[in-house]
């Protein structure tokens, strides 16, 4: 390993570290938004294993959170809570297999489509369940408190970053980054693209499934129409892009943006905040195809590698 | 002993025949061009062997085993490397990071990234790249690219490298450069080549024989000097009827 990589390894194990502390700075209020936080990290940074190394771009990654949260809703208050979080991770892994594996063999528009319509089949498939068992909703009592929430959702947080990190730098993220290049080339030159894709598929599932039983046990109540609101897909797919998809420090500027923009329209003019976030993928998609942390790498450059004549 | 064998392959694309019958052998550190005009099936051929198509009919054995119908990553694993006539590089990673990855992949599967960074600087000195290693692919020139190609395919340690056009575009001096590239690696390497150009004078300089395809039917096969000879040959590439 790279003394850089280790170097960066350390520092963002520092700065989670120190993020510990914020639950005792402030109030409830303040540890909500550091939960919102936390979790929109840990979502951003899993979703760019598969799509931004892989390009292939899933637009259903809230059916692992949705279905982490059904699993934490079925399972709350019979086994303790340091099973339900691993086991909603493994229970999201499980599904990017099943969905991964038809689904990763179409590429470009089609596979976009094909995760946002999977997602929207199990939401409905989980409602019909839920309908069949006569239940409208489920209420989740004795809920643990937002600080602890809060911890384990940083830990999430933590994990997710390390493992982009880990992943961007190792022999398995190159192959995949060469699928995202040249799928049929990263093939003939022995990359096994379909258990690569299908490796970082269920990868990129794990954490949001987690998240998603944070999610439930935050907001006390499961309704899958709530809990699989394909804007919540839409709006990870955003902060990745604006921030910047293809490092792994790209999404946490676009979490951060777009998380203080949700808090600060949230009291005056909510029903804004999807329309300048639909504005702002539209602009960086258009202006800074990099995100705003390629904009930033391009600024900071000494001096850009030119293209020199052969 | 031979280390590829095409048996009666035949590929057709819904009703075209692309690759009709053919049947040819290459021995173990033999150097065979293929030749053919625009259409003839030659790349197809290429696309066959490597497994990026799966052939209609016949067989493929390569040292002793059967690959047709194996997935493009298994047969590289097994030692054969093809390079694309229209370029394929990973255009937003670097120079070197590109051969790294044949180095990672293929036959010689490099665990550590150490030694796969130390193969593809050696692969990029032998091709002159090495000074355009941190360059991002996509900024390199055609000839550039076309090297690249080159150097990714031997960074996966094949023991058959299947070369589709790489002198094609490049200047006169270009070609006589990257002539001596290949003929110095198929010396110092344990490496068989088979190389489909239509740069006639390379294909005679290099290779110790030829086979020429047209219409997706082997049409002759034999030394340079004999192919040349040859009355079908002629007749495809000129139009003449030999006498």
Known sequence: ?310 | MSLLTIDSVGKTFSGVVALNDISFAVAEREFVGIMGANGAGKTTLFSVIAGNLRPNRGTITFADQRIDGLRPDHISRRGVARTFQIVRPFGNMTVLENVMLGAFYGRGRERSAGAAKAKAMAILERLGLADRADLLARHLTLAGRKRLEIARSLATEPRLLLLDEVLAGLTPTEVTAAVDVIREFHKSHEVTIVMIEHVTRALMALCQRIVVLHHGQKIAEGTPAEVAKDPKTLSAYLGVTAQ
């Open chain 1, 1 to 310: 390993m790279n003394p850089h990589l280790n170097r960066t390894l350390g520092l963002v194990t520092l700065v989670a570290l120190l993020a510990i502390a914020l639950p005792w700075l402030g109030n409830d209020y303040y540890t909500g938004f550091f939960f919102e936080l936390v979790t929109w990290i840990a979502l951003a940074e899993s979703w760019i294993i598969i799509s931004g190394m892989t390009g292939y771009v899933s637009l259903g990654h809230v059916v692992f959170i949705g279905l982490g949260a059904y699993v934490a809703a079925l399972t709350w208050m019979e086994i303790p809570l340091w099973t339900i979080i691993p086991l909603t991770g493994l229970s999201a892994g499980a599904l990017a297999a099943v969905i991964g594996y038809p689904c990763l063999r179409v590429r470009g528009p089609y596979f976009v489509i094909l995760t946002f319509g999977v997602s929207e089949l199990v939401k409905f498939i989980i409602v019909n369940i839920e309908s069949a068992l006569s239940q409208a909703g489920r209420t989740l009592f004795a809920a643990p408190d937002i600080n602890d929430l809060y911890f384990i959702g940083l830990g999430l947080a933590w994990a997710s970053v390390m493992i982009a990190l880990l992943v961007r730098d190792s022999r398995f993220g190159a192959g995949l980054r060469a699928i995202r290049e040249n799928e049929e080339a990263a093939e003939t030159i022995g990359v096994s693209v379909s258990w690569f894709k299908l490796a970082a598929f269920v990868l990129s599932a794990i954490i949001p499934g987690m998240v998603g039983s944070l999610l439930i046990l935050r907001s006390t109540y499961f309704d899958p129409l709530q809990i699989f609101n394909p804007q919540t897909s839409v709006l990870i797919v955003t902060m990745a892009v604006i921030g910047g998809s293809d490092r792994p420090f790209g999404p946490l500027l676009g979490v951060a943006l777009l998380v203080v923009l949700q808090e600060l329209l949230w009291a005056n003019l909510p029903q804004l905040y999807m329309i300048i976030v639909g504005v702002l993928l539209i602009g960086v998609v258009i202006w800074m195809p990099g995100g705003v942390y390629g904009r930033l790498q391009r600024a900071f450059a000494a001096k850009p590698t030119a293209a020199r004549p052969t």
